[in-house]
């Protein structure tokens, strides 16, 4: 199997860069210098479903970018492209050698590949950043490893990873998960129907079911949501609607000042600050009246961005 057209020779960031955050751009970083340095495309090399999932035997990461979120930051970032490698049992058990003979040097043809220091791959995770070398060096493939990097321009990145980052999705923490990203946390999907609720109550908003593994907090947020290339501000809901019908989680997202159909619309919705937690309210009338007061400090918080 030859290359993705117009990736041949590319040199890879290679891991599984969930988020990529702060950290993550430091490899892919250190990967684009050395591509315009030997005049070849770019691409970050990744797999699905995350590895955990699989060596667990079901669903346990909180995914920060599924894939076509990873994909929209991995093209801001400024890279080529995005190959996405199968990932199940009988992958994990293949041999390192397997991988960088089969996959890397065949497959892809990839003329360099830069990874991180803790970077493991193969069977018993035997592929290191030592084994790594010597086998770009048998294949004809160039090899740089990553050190730890301590800081970049926004200052420190001792406390900067994936599980931090979901850690503070998991509280609400948006404003800190932004900080650890280096970007808005954000979500993508496609608006879908839903029971109307929100027109009837004078919010209408677009309905967007999110990845499965999201553990986002369930409450109010102050938001922004793309779509066709224009950036709308907003206030959504995630949550089960205890006032209503207590259903699956949902993402609800009421636009200010806007009015037209986004049904079958693929959004990008970013989060800005945590506005309340999701209640449960003894009347419509009291709904209400706490939906215009959210929506007022949604604002504020959104004049601050």
Avoid: W
């Avoid at 290359?3 to 890879?12: F, I, K």
């Avoid at 960031?13 to 315009?36: E, P, S, Y």
């Amino acid at each position: 199997m030859s290359p993705p057209a117009g990736l041949e020779g590319a040199v890879a960031a290679i891991g599984n860069f969930d988020g990529l955050h702060r950290g993550h751009r430091g490899v892919v970083a250190h990967a684009q210098a050395l591509a315009r340095k030997l005049g070849k495309p770019c691409v970050l090399l990744t797999f699905e479903p995350h590895p955990a999932d699989i060596f667990a035997g079901k669903p346990v990461i909180f995914r920060l970018t599924p894939p076509e979120a990873k994909a929209a930051q991995a093209a801001r970032l400024g890279l080529d492209g995005m190959i996405v490698l199968s990932f199940n049992k009988e992958f994990a058990a293949r041999p390192a050698e397997d991988f960088t003979r089969d996959i890397l040097a065949k497959r892809l043809g990839l003329s360099a590949v830069v990874a991180g220091y803790d970077f493991r791959f193969g069977a018993g995770r035997k592929g290191d950043a030592a084994f790594l070398k010597s086998e770009g060096a048998r294949l004809g493939f160039a090899v740089e490893i990553v050190d730890r990097i301590t800081r970049d321009e926004e200052g420190s990145l001792e406390a900067v990873s994936s599980t931090a980052t979901r850690e503070a999705l998991e509280k609400g923490d948006v404003e800190l998960a932004r900080r650890l990203l280096g970007h808005p946390y954000f979500v993508r999907g496609v608006v879908r129907h839903g029971d109307k609720r929100g027109r009837l109550l004078g919010f209408p908003t677009a309905n967007i079911a999110l990845d499965a593994s999201n553990r986002l907090r369930h409450g109010i947020y102050a938001v922004t949501m793309e779509m066709d290339g224009v950036l709308r501000d907003g206030a959504a809901n995630f949550g089960r609607r205890p006032t209503f019908d207590n259903g699956p989680p949902l993402l609800e997202v009421f636009l200010f000042d806007f009015s037209g159909d986004l049904y079958g619309k693929e959004v990008e919705v970013a989060f800005f600050g945590f506005i309340r937690g999701e209640a449960k309210f003894d009347s419509i009338e009291a709904l209400i009246a706490q939906m215009e007061d959210d929506c007022v400090k949604a604002r504020e918080i959104l004049s601050r961005r």
